[in-house]
């Protein structure tokens, strides 16, 4: 997964998954879904991201919602 912002252009961009974009939908004011040729989201994109953010863009926080998982394969 990559997180990027472009000051500049005020866009924050997710993407999950490395794959050429096939297109994008928004799905509400400024906030795009990117999707690879077969139609499968791969990110997604928010324009004007400074003012619908709370915070500075630049500041990113991860929390782990579930805990781990147990590896699964006989280990």
Same mark, same amino acid.
């Given at each position: 997964?990559?997180?990027?912002?472009?000051?500049? #252009?005020?866009? /924050?961009? &997710?993407?999950?998954?490395?794959?050429?974009?096939?297109?994008?939908? %928004?799905?509400? =004011?400024?906030?795009?879904?990117?999707?690879? #040729?077969?139609? /499968?989201? &791969?990110?997604?994109?928010?324009?004007?991201?400074?003012?619908?953010? %709370?915070?500075? =863009?630049?500041?990113?926080?991860?929390?782990?919602?579930?805990?781990?998982?147990?590896?699964?394969?006989?280990?």
């Amino acid at each position: 997964m990559r997180i990027t912002y472009d000051p500049r #252009a005020d866009v /924050l961009a &997710i993407t999950w998954r490395d794959s050429s974009p096939g297109g994008g939908r %928004e799905v509400a =004011p400024d906030l795009f879904v990117e999707c690879d #040729a077969a139609g /499968l989201p &791969i990110g997604m994109e928010l324009l004007n991201a400074s003012k619908h953010m %709370e915070d500075d =863009p630049l500041s990113v926080g991860l929390e782990l919602l579930v805990p781990e998982a147990t590896p699964t394969g006989g280990r």
